[in-house]
């Protein structure tokens, strides 16, 4: 029997029970395996991050849920682009000689089709899936993807990305650490860049995410509002797509 719009907005228990997270890693420490080899400064004190200008930003959210993963610690990954992979959080798992179903068992997914389900999601259950799943992270990949249908109103668009936008805010003032990932907004949709602009204008800290022409080279850039403003990193593509 399909799925039933509801039913797509709950957080499934998974194949374990929650576990505690064990205890924290140093603020200072790094924390996304991908970008360890450019010794990027990225750390979980960072409230509300946004990452965006580039479709690799959501394959940085699975290096960010393994990472966290990897020590122990829930997560909660809400998936607005259908692009959850396993097999990337599997591999990593492997590579540090843990067994990949213990890994896969503490990151609790969700999935949305539309806008108003990631809207719901964000707004009426992300919290409530952190305090179930004892997590204090969450990675929000494809926040807007769903935001780009061009059979939603204009309006009803604006008033779901604000109304989830103020509830993003608000449980980063809370501290929990919400990382947010945008791929660039089609071509026929660029109006809507206004609300990854509005949620830079808000994030705690923001890193635009580009690539070096021909030279296989994803390129970091820190936005104003960050700690490290106008540093560049650099980290190889092939370090990002391997699967």
Known sequence: ??????????????????????????????????????????????????????????????????????AG?????????NT??????GRLAR??????????SLVHVA?????????????DCLEEALMRYQARIAVVSGLFETFYDEAV????????????????RRMAQRGYVLVCLCPPVPAVMSSRHRF???????????IRVGEAPGQGIIRLEEEPNGREAGQVWEVARTVLESR
Not at 47 to 68: E, K, T, W
Not at 84 to 89: G, S, W
Not at 153 to 168: D, I, W, Y
Not at 196 to 206: E, N, V
């Open 73 to 81: 610690e829930p997560v909660v990954y809400l998936d607005g682009a």
């Open 153 to 168: 109103p204009s309006q009803e668009v604006a008033r779901l990305a604000g109304r989830m936008m103020r509830h993003l």
């Open 1 to 70: 029997m399909p799925a039933t719009a509801s039913s797509l907005l709950l957080f499934p228990d998974g194949l374990d029970n929650p576990l505690t997270c064990r205890e924290r890693t140093d603020a200072s420490s790094e924390w996304l395996l991908a970008l360890r080899h450019a010794q990027i400064p990225f750390q979980t004190d960072h409230s509300l991050m946004v990452l965006h200008g580039h479709p690799l930003v959501l394959r940085l959210g699975l290096h960010a849920a393994a990472d966290r993963a990897l």
């Open 95 to 104: 590579a540090h000689r843990q067994v990949p179903r213990k890994i896969l």
């Open 196 to 206: 990854i602009d509005q949620l830079c204008g808000q994030a705690d800290r923001g």
């Open 84 to 89: 959850f992979d396993p097999f990337v959080i």
């Open 111 to 123: 999935r949305a089709f539309t806008c108003h389900q990631m809207e719901r999601l964000v707004s």
